[in-house]
């Protein structure tokens, strides 16, 4: 079967770095997608990694290893507002998008 | 760019009635377009895809009488939830994909359903 592992919830402090995980078991790969998503609201972009390495893109980064089926979403400099769940997910052999159950991030000041 | 609204944003009816929520992407032809369902404190679950102009493709367990899909203009998909009853009430949210080489999915800002 397909899946795909995120924690539950992480809690972090205003100004800190945060980095949550994501691990994954597909049928085929076509790239990865980290999104944003604020309580009661829709799922926002935050990247897509289909080749190796960190793509860097202001106070968040995300990197991807293919060969170890794993992804981290970074935050640099955290702010109150980053406060939201974070969702991973994985474009298959059939080009469908699967989801993390996503990840809580709680920010304290 | 790549803007997708819907409509209502939110909607209550009464246990039995039938409710159709609007999905549009306002710039930008979406081949493609997705319906997921999320209850509170869960992620989302794909219903249906939809391709304009042919019939919606399922997820198992997804009654395609119950919910049904229209995508008939490449701008538009319409969900209905038919005898809507109170376990239906959920977050309904659409995306679309413009082109079949980008995976990318635009989101639309969901609609609130409760059924009482």
């Known amino acids: 079967g397909q899946n795909i592992d995120q924690p539950t919830e992480m809690t972090a402090t205003e100004g800190a770095i945060v980095q949550i995980n994501c691990t994954y078991q597909?049928?085929?790969?076509?790239?990865l997608f980290w999104y944003q998503q604020h309580a009661g609201e829709a799922p926002t972009f935050l990247s897509y990694n289909v080749l190796d390495g960190l793509e860097e893109k202001g106070r968040f980064s995300s990197f991807l290893s293919r060969s170890k089926g794993y992804s981290y979403l970074l935050l640099k400099e955290l702010q109150m507002k980053d406060s939201a769940s974070y969702l991973c997910a994985v474009v298959d052999s059939n080009y469908q998008l699967i989801w993390g159950a996503g990840t809580k991030l709680i920010i304290k000041p | 760019g790549a803007v997708v609204s819907q409509h209502p944003s939110w909607v209550i009816c009464k246990s039995g009635t039938s409710v159709k929520i609007e999905c549009r992407s306002l710039d930008f032809q979406a081949t493609t377009m997705f319906w997921y369902r999320q209850f509170p404190k869960q992620s989302l679950m794909l219903m249906a895809t939809?391709?304009?102009?042919?019939?919606?493709?399922?997820e198992q367990g997804v009654e395609k009488d119950k919910f049904l899909i229209n995508h008939a203009s490449l701008t538009l998909s319409t969900l209905t939830v038919t005898s809507a009853h109170p376990e239906d009430s959920s977050f309904y949210i659409c995306s679309a994909r413009h082109d079949r080489r980008t995976y990318e999915q635009y989101f639309g800002p969901g609609t609130r359903l409760t059924v009482t």
């Open positions: 939809s391709n304009e102009g042919s019939k919606a493709t399922y």
């Open positions: 597909t049928s085929g790969f076509n790239g």
